[in-house]
């Protein structure tokens, strides 16, 4: 474990770059503010794991731009839970190929930020099998963030706040994705069998659980006639509100999908060609998405860009 740390922080050591406000869902009205916690649950106010359900965290809040006071212990993670996704079953076939554990690639900013939130999931969980897929930007501000850390465990929604040398981590909301519903709608069952939009574990108990708007799946599949897609955010593991505002975010509602790659090519990645990005957010407005993020700024008013949405294409729905 100490090995992949040292090489994941080597690889990032020459990288960086000056976090600006920004938050998921949309750039529109992301001003200051307080940071939420995820669906149905959310980071203890002690230090200490008592009272708090499995797989929920225990640390102090995340309130945007306020440090923990000198000696508060860091945030810990409780694997599992009853509402929790656990690791993928060999006969998943939505379920992404991870790298063993996550390091930035081109492209990323600010990517230590994103490194210290892995580490600590990867440190806490101690897991040897744990599998990481993604590390997203929920939100970034000046002194504050949410990093989405996707992994074969749950998805973690980890706050942040800027410290030296590094920044630290001051609470873990887990996903909370909720037990399966035994009534699918068509269009659950037709993308959980979709070999063509990959789904983390926490995006398919999400799906599962019939929490998910439809107007999301059909999108998805819609897509998927087009594109190979890889998932990293539905609902659960996503912050409550849009970070750093007291708007509710689409995304806890069932009514958002975050998408990290597309046939195969990051959205981070400067490499990846700017029309397939661009094309796909197109086709996903066209298609019914009135909030429609990534890269780049668009022409149109469904469209946004900012920081938060470089490594990633968001679309939000209304229904």
Not at 205 to 212: I, K, L
Request: proline share 10%.
């Amino acid at each position: 474990m100490s090995t992949r740390r040292t090489i994941l922080r080597a690889g990032i050591a020459a990288l960086g770059a000056a976090a600006v406000a920004t938050a998921c869902d949309s750039s529109r009205g992301n001003v200051g503010g307080a940071a939420t916690s995820s669906p149905t649950t959310g980071a203890t106010s002690s230090g200490t794991a008592s009272g708090t359900s499995p797989g929920s965290p225990s640390g102090t809040s995340g309130t945007s731009g306020t440090s923990p006071s000198p000696g508060t212990p860091s945030p810990t993670v409780t694997p599992g839970g009853p509402s929790s996704p656990t690791a993928p079953s060999s006969a998943s076939s939505t379920v992404p190929t991870p790298a063993a554990l996550w390091t930035p690639g081109p492209g990323e900013l600010d990517p230590d930020i994103k490194a210290v939130a892995v580490e600590h999931i990867v440190a806490q969980l101690n897991r040897p099998d744990l599998q990481v897929y993604d590390a997203q930007y929920g939100g970034l501000l000046d002194t504050s963030a949410s990093v989405l850390v996707v992994t074969s465990v749950a998805t973690y929604d980890v706050r942040l706040v800027q410290a030296s040398p590094r920044w630290r981590v001051t609470a873990v909301n887990p996903s909370q994705p909720g037990a399966p519903t035994t009534t699918p709608t068509a269009a659950a069952t037709a993308l959980l069998a979709s070999k063509r939009v990959s789904l983390p574990p926490a995006a398919l108990a999400d799906v599962r659980s019939g929490q998910v708007h439809d107007s999301v799946l059909h999108v998805l599949l819609e897509l998927a006639q087009d594109y190979e897609l890889t998932v990293s955010v539905v609902r659960s593991g996503h912050p409550i509100d849009v970070f750093g505002t007291t708007r509710p975010s689409d995304h806890p509602r069932g009514r958002a999908v975050d998408v990290w790659r597309i046939d195969g090519n990051a959205v981070v990645n400067p490499a990846t060609p700017t029309a397939l990005v661009d094309n796909l957010m197109r086709r996903a407005a066209a298609l019914g998405s009135y909030n429609v993020g990534g890269p780049r700024q668009l022409s149109g008013p469904q469209f946004f860009s900012d920081r938060t949405h470089h490594d990633h294409v968001h679309m939000g729905f209304t229904t």
